[in-house]
Each structure stands twice: as C-alpha cells, then as structure tokens.
C-alpha cells in the first residue's frame, strides 16, 4: 500500500460537518426570497454596535499579516476574565482550538472521552488524530437532563490510554448543562493525566444560578481547559474568533501546535470591541430568554415534546416525520438543523430567534404540521 493509499484509508472514514443550510444557497435552489434562518444558533440580532464600528477601521491595512500573538485581544480577555494573557489561546473559532487541543494530545495509540449527542467536532477531531473514541451512553429520557452527559457513565470510561475528556456545558445539539456541584465532583475524580475540556460556547447565554463559570477551577485543576467562543452571544460567527484558557504550561504547548495566524485583524480588532459591549449581551441574553419563553409556550400547547435547553435553542422532538416536516418548512423559506448525523434523527433543532422571526416559523411550522 502506497503512502496515499494510506491517507486515504484514515481521510475516507472521516465525516465532515454538515453547517446549518445558508439562506442564500436555499434562494439560489428555489428561486423564493425573505428566507429565515434558524438552525445555527446564530444571534439573531446580529453582532455587536461595537465590533461594526471598529471594522472599518481595522480592513485599512488587510494587506498585512495579522497579530499573530494576538496581543491586543489576549490583553483584553486577561482583563474582562481576571486571568493572565499567558492562559489564552487564540483560535479560528473554538473549533480551532479544540482541534489544536487534540493534536496537542492524541495519537493511534490513545482514547477520547465524550458522551453520546455531544458535540460532532469532539469525534470528528479524534478521528483526525487517529485515536479512539469512547462515547459514554446519554442519560436517558426519563431523567432530569434527558439525552445530557451522563458524568458517571464517562468516568466509567477512563482508561490507561485516555487522555482527553470532552464536556460541553451546555451541550449542542440537546441545550442539557451540567451544573457546578455534579461538575466538581466529576474533575476531582479524574487523573491529572488526562485533560478535561469543558466547551462554554454557550456561557454567555445561561442564567441559572447552579451553572457554574469553569474558569473558577483552573488554580485547582492544571489539566482543566475552557473553551469559549465570540460566535455566539456576541455574534461575531462569520470572523471566526475562538479561545481557550488554561494554565500557562498548556496555553505554551497549544501555540506550538497553533498554526500562525490563526486569527484575522478583522475578527481580533472586532472581538476586542465586542468585549466592551456588555449592554449588547444584556440585550441578547434577554431576546434569547424571551424566545425560549414564547417557543415553550407555542410548543407546550400543541403538546410537542422538547428537550430543556440551556442555550439559544431548543431541540424538538416530532418523530418520524422529522425529515418531511424539516423539508417542508425550507420549501416555506424557514430554515431549521436536521440532526440525524447526531443519531437524533426524530429531532429538529430550532435557533431562538426574535420575536418576528418566531411568528413567522409558528406560522409556516403550523401549516406544515
């Protein structure tokens, strides 16, 4: 077997993402306009006054490479999170960073831990590294946090080749969370061998005073790693802009890994803006609590079932019709996530949009069904 034949033999089995279907690709295939999107978990108004306002500024000089210690925005992050610059790592999206942290650690000869339903880029990243995956069974639907982490079930798990465990709180594609005392316990009771990295993408959006901030435990736990990301509440997606923290001996091992210039000066320059904007993530945070509130409510009187959701979306069960309810509505120009590649496929999972969106999709969800 040749060399390429070999890759091909690992690339082949990889499975690539599937993004949310962009609303110009669904005007371009069916020729209809005033499309909606809500199936990436986008923020639905838009990104921070803030980082628009100092983009302009920031495309003067695109023809120079950007700051590839991202200084600026480090300094920025130290300051709002009350930790030292030399615990970032910057990333192409959190994605990046998640990727930088499996090279960091894995090989053939070694195992991830992530639970059933999580997050597609933990396997897809392990795969990459040509480790093995160990997917702890979901709790089931009769508990508290159906389809969520089961922590017991991952510990179960551990072996002498482990040497990442992957947490997503809350978890995409379910909105499950874990909250701060069952979390602890949890990385207490693993070795410090292994690096544990619990995905905050969604932070930003919880309120519930049980849902623990990560950061609190990095001076207990060196092998804890936190994942966050600007594509979320502060609405920054299509710049890309990811980080971790961790303690300054791993942030030195990531950048090693980290290709230079991972981060765009458009993206830093709007990152750091965004930082500042703390009324815009109010603002955010209140739109997506009243877009639950009414998705609950429309979905509660139709007796739909839903998984609880920490995040800024709900995931909604309408079993086997899933696929044809889904397909229909993009034939109505309302886009939702399909998510049978979670092995969830009597699913859909439904973005919190604002308020005109969402009658607009209970109106056309409501002929559909």
């Not at 034949?5 to 089995?13: G, H, P």
Request: glycine content about 6%; charged content about 20%.
């Amino acid at each position: 077997m040749s060399v390429i034949d070999s890759a091909l033999v690992q690339i082949k089995q990889l499975h690539p993402y599937s993004p949310g279907k962009p609303i110009e690709e669904l005007e371009r295939e069916l020729g209809i306009s005033n499309v909606i999107k809500l199936a990436s978990n986008e923020n639905p108004l838009g990104c921070s006054p803030l980082a628009r306002q100092v983009l302009e500024s920031a495309s003067e000089h695109i023809e120079l490479y950007p700051d590839a210690n991202a200084y600026y925005l480090k300094q920025a992050l130290a300051r709002k999170l009350g930790i030292g610059e030399n615990q970032v790592t910057i990333g192409n999206g959190s994605n990046d960073v998640l990727d930088l942290i499996a090279r960091s650690f894995l090989d053939r000869d070694t195992e991830a831990i992530f639970s059933q339903y999580a997050f597609m880029v933990y396997a897809m990243v392990t795969q990459a590294c040509g480790a093995s995956a160990r997917v702890a069974a979901a709790m089931d639907a009769s508990r508290e946090t159906p389809y969520g982490h089961d922590l017991d079930a991952m510990h179960g798990l551990i072996s002498s080749s482990t040497r990442i465990i992957f947490i997503a709180n809350p978890n995409n594609p379910t909105g499950t969370w874990l909250d701060a005392d069952e979390l602890e316990y949890f990385l207490e009771r693993v070795p410090d061998r292994i690096a544990v990295v619990i995905d905050e993408a969604y932070f930003e959006y919880v309120d519930n005073k049980r849902y623990p901030n990560a950061l609190q435990w990095l001076t207990r736990f060196p092998n804890l790693i936190v994942t966050r990301t600007f594509s979320k509440i502060y609405g920054l997606a299509g710049l890309r802009i990811g980080y971790s923290v961790s303690s300054p001996e791993l942030c030195d091992l990531f950048n090693r890994v980290r290709q230079p210039f991972n981060g765009n000066s458009l993206g830093l320059a709007a990152a750091r803006a965004a930082l500042d904007d703390d009324d815009f993530v109010v603002r955010s945070r209140l739109c997506n609590q009243q877009g639950l509130q009414s998705m609950r409510q429309w979905l509660d009187q139709r007796g739909i079932e839903y998984i609880p959701s920490a995040g800024n979306f709900l995931t909604v069960r309408f079993g086997e019709s899933s696929a044809r309810v889904y397909q229909s509505l993009l034939e109505r120009g309302v886009i939702v996530r399909p998510i049978a590649n979670y092995d969830m496929p009597h699913f859909l999972r439904i973005s919190a949009g604002t308020e005109a969106q969402l009658a607009r999709m209970y109106e056309v969800l409501g002929e559909v069904l």
